[in-house]
């Protein structure tokens, strides 16, 4: 069996689906906020042409993850 955990992301507020152990995320609050791959790739993008390294990306950020993992 595998799940996806679906909510909004942080940057845009489109509600996605994401794998929760793999998804980039910043804490707020002390509470991990998922940011969709829309608004992590454009970020990257921002950072690359300031001449800063691009956030990483899971290659199963976004993908069903098994439920025995959650």
């Known amino acids: 069996m ?6 909004e992301c942080l940057g ?4 996605f689906s994401y794998n929760p152990k793999r998804v ?7 509470v991990r ?3 969709c791959k829309t608004c992590i ?7 690359i042409d300031r ?9 199963d950020a976004y ?3 098994s439920a025995e993992e959650i």
Request: hydrophobic fraction near 35%; charge should be negative; charged fraction near 20%.
């Open 2 to 7: 595998y799940a996806l955990m679906n909510s």
């Open 12 to 15: 845009c507020g489109a509600v």
């Open 24 to 30: 980039p995320s910043l804490p707020i609050d002390g």
């Open 33 to 35: 906020q998922p940011i």
């Open 41 to 47: 790739e454009v970020t990257n993008k921002e950072r």
């Open 51 to 59: 001449g800063d390294e691009p956030h990483a990306i899971h290659p």
């Open 63 to 65: 993908a069903p993850v």
